[in-house]
């Protein structure tokens, strides 16, 4: 470390991680794993506070990033969903077993940075990124502010782990995230649920109270819930609070209930940047909208890609070749894991943006009475929602389904 003044201090480092979020903890592990020297950059005094997000992954995607992670990170473990229309028609879908589980964010994100820290990454607290360090067109590092420094960190590679505000890269004017298909996100806790089954969430499609995205109520096992909703228009609290007093089921489940935490987070249903790697950087989760477009899920779209950037970082590193055509395997590795069922969700988040509240109760009273609960027990894989949608196109059900909602959207 050599410091030149009192206020620029240059540290070097192999890879410059932008925030401890779980892609920002994950890219980093495996990069760290693979020997390379990481230190991460994290603006807030800890990992996973506040906690902007309910959590809710699937069991498979876990499995598929090979993370077994310890119970007390376990809130919930979820067998069934249950889909809202706008004037209330049913369609639950019930598997037998567990599919998607709750985490408790905080500690997912702590769990993460620990893992990292194990093999030898390095947490900076405290450190806001404030811009990227350019040379030549190429991110040779980052500059930091603390409460009584500017910091210069130089690298030879940086992995933007930023989130959804991609602040880094608008300032940079690089490609970033498509605002048109942003919503506003609310993440509530509540302090009871009532007349809820444990183990089963409860999705609302609704424009009139969620327009772009749902709302949901998540149960916990231990009583409380988290409840919250994606809206493109209006205080995303303004909505939850007219949703909770004017939709009959989710004021029957939160009566008498006290919303104990809110915090507001922006939501990003665009489908991945157009270009996820730079020279000098690649860029991964909610920065890149590794985030799927029908659900607004990211963390196990985030950590697919952090993965693979953490690895081709690593091996750049081993290699002593982060040159721009090698990173260039990072873009091509997730595009070849999710890049078809990315742009098949956008696709159906367009669809489903572009129906009415009457249009939303014809597709659950429809899906409802053809049984499609059955067909789309069959699809298993909620993440790879594209590959899963193209498995279920051969279930007669799912054809009828179609068909229907094709020829009624066009006449
Ligand atoms: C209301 C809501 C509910 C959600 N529910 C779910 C869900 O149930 N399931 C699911 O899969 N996904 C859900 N998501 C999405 C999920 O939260 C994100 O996809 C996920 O957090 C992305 O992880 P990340 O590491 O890319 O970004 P983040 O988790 O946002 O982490 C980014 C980190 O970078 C830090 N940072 C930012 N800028 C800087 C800077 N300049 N310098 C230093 N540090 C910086 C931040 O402090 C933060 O720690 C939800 C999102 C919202 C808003």
């Known amino acids: ?31 760290a794993k693979l020997g390379a020297e990481v230190c991460i950059c994290e603006e807030h005094t800890e990992s996973g506070t506040p906690p902007h997000c309910t959590g809710h992954i699937s069991l498979a995607g876990l499995k598929q990033l090979e993370l077994k992670l310890p119970k007390k990170i376990f809130e919930n473990e979820i067998k069934s969903a249950i889909f809202y229309s706008p004037s209330n028609y049913e369609f639950p879908v019930r598997f037998s077993t567990p599919v998607t589980c709750v985490v408790n964010r905080t500690l997912f994100d702590q769990y993460l940075r620990d893992k990292a820290v194990e093999v030898g990454v390095k947490i900076l607290y405290n450190r806001r990124v404030t811009s990227l360090l350019v040379k030549r067109n190429a991110v040779i590092g980052v500059e930091v502010k603390t409460s009584k420094t500017t910091e210069k960190l130089r690298s030879k590679l940086v992995i933007n782990a930023e989130g959804v505000s991609s602040t880094l890269l608008k300032r940079a004017n690089l490609p970033s995230l498509n605002s048109q298909m942003t919503v506003n996100g609310i993440e509530a806790e509540v302090d009871r649920i009532n007349d809820s089954e444990i183990d089963s969430v409860e999705v609302f499609l609704t424009r009139r109270f969620a327009p772009g995205l749902y709302a949901w109520i998540v149960p916990r096992k231990d009583g409380t819930a988290k409840i919250g909703l994606g809206t493109e228009r209006g205080h995303p609290l303004k909505c939850l609070r007219k949703f909770i007093s004017h939709n009959p089921i989710a004021r029957q489940r939160l009566k008498g209930s006290h919303i104990t935490q809110v915090v507001y987070h922006p939501i990003s249903l665009g489908g991945p940047i157009s270009q996820t790697v730079h020279k000098g950087m690649l860029i991964v989760g909610d920065a890149a909208s590794h985030v799927k477009p029908t659900t607004g899920g990211g963390i196990i779209m985030g950590l697919t890609a952090a993965k693979i950037a953490g690895k081709v970082a690593g091996l750049a590193i081993q290699e002593k070749n982060p040159d721009a055509q090698h990173l260039l395997l990072y873009e091509r590795l997730w595009k070849k894991k999710m890049g078809f069922d990315m742009t098949m969700m956008k696709h159906l988040r367009k669809f489903l943006n572009s129906f009415s509240d009457r249009k939303i109760d014809q597709l659950i009273s429809m899906s409802s009475q053809l049984k499609l609960d059955e067909s789309l027990k069959g699809a298993k894989d909620i993440d790879f929602q594209g590959s899963s949608l193209i498995r279920l196109i051969k279930h007669p059900r799912v054809i009828a389904m179609g068909l229907y909602m094709a020829l009624t959207h066009v006449f």
């Open 1 to 31: 470390m050599k410091v030149e003044n009192a206020n620029v201090i240059l540290v070097n480092s192999d890879t410059v991680v932008v925030g401890a979020g779980p892609t920002g903890s994950f890219s980093a592990l495996q990069a």
